[in-house]
């Protein structure tokens, strides 16, 4: 159901002013668009929806191929030492599968963190005060937030995951949570702790703070502005913090018609970039199933 998802209540906000149930009826020249946006936001998820909204750079192969090119030399060494000489020509989507199958069972898991080695080196995220497991949390945001893991309170979970910081903030916008949250603070409260306390809140309930989060977040949590950059330039788009930036005065708090409105300003980037990603869906879907 649209309410599962992360984008779910953005979803219901543009079918129901598409059926004349919103606050004001769309103007007639809006309405192609709000046609266009529903499938579009189905396809592109959250990260997908920011980058493109916040007036970065048309996608280029050179962004696209950045960080792949690093993946892939880790990953033909790696199959070298096994042993692996049929990886020298393959293109990624082979490569990645070949080294899986290769290391066994544990085969997805070393694919994983091998990325995310990569992407932490490649991006010098060390002169950033980060560390190698906050690319792996970044990449529980990308599994949680789009395809067949697409889950609003799977995604508010993985969001809590990324510091301590977050995961206070984050409960202190449901009620009864205080107890937890200074728990939290305290350093006396376990993982699945947190995590179960969203269990009694319907997704409705916790998609509708979404924008609130991304908001804050994109302000405060430097782990966050990462998942953002690094998800758009592995699809080629050279987002960077000053384009964030941009997204402060569409993220309102309380409803999404600002947000609408420039993505319906923004629609001809987004088409550019969907034509862009569609082109090179092989390989897409090859790093994001590893991710």
Not at 76 to 94: D, F, H, I, S
């Amino acid at each position: 159901m649209a309410g599962d998802r992360v984008l779910g209540g953005l979803l219901q906000d543009v079918r129901a002013s598409l059926d004349g149930e919103g606050a004001e009826p769309p103007a007639e020249a809006d309405r192609p668009g709000l046609e266009r946006l529903a499938p579009d936001l189905a396809e592109i998820g959250l990260f997908g929806l920011l980058a493109t909204i916040a007036g970065a750079p048309d996608p280029t192969d050179e962004v696209f191929l950045e960080v792949r090119r690093r993946i892939e030399d880790r990953v033909r060494a790696g199959l070298r030492e096994e042993g692996v000489t049929e990886a020298e020509a393959a293109l990624l989507p082979e490569l990645l599968r070949l080294y899986a199958e290769r290391k066994g069972s544990r085969g997805p898991d070393l694919l994983r963190k091998l990325v995310a080695n990569a992407i932490f080196e490649f991006y010098e995220l060390k002169e950033h005060g980060l560390f190698v497991d906050d690319v792996s949390r970044i990449f529980d945001l990308y599994r949680s937030g789009g395809g067949t893991g697409d889950d609003i309170r799977a995604f508010f979970r993985a969001l809590m995951a990324l510091s301590s910081e977050t995961a206070r903030f984050m409960l202190g916008l449901f009620p009864g949570q205080m107890p937890l949250i200074f728990r939290i603070g305290q350093r006396a409260a376990e993982r699945k702790e947190i995590d179960a306390a969203l269990d009694e809140f319907a997704p409705a309930v916790v998609q509708k703070r979404l924008f609130a989060v991304v908001k804050s977040l994109l302000q405060k949590e430097k782990r966050f502005r990462l998942a953002c950059i690094v998800w758009a330039r592995l699809h080629g788009i050279a987002l960077g913090r000053e384009h964030l930036d941009r997204l402060e005065p569409v993220l309102a708090v309380k409803d999404t018609k600002e947000l609408v409105k420039r993505a319906l300003e923004t629609a001809p980037a987004r088409e550019r970039w969907l034509q862009f990603r569609r082109a090179r869906a092989a390989d897409v879907a090859a790093l994001e199933g590893v991710l």
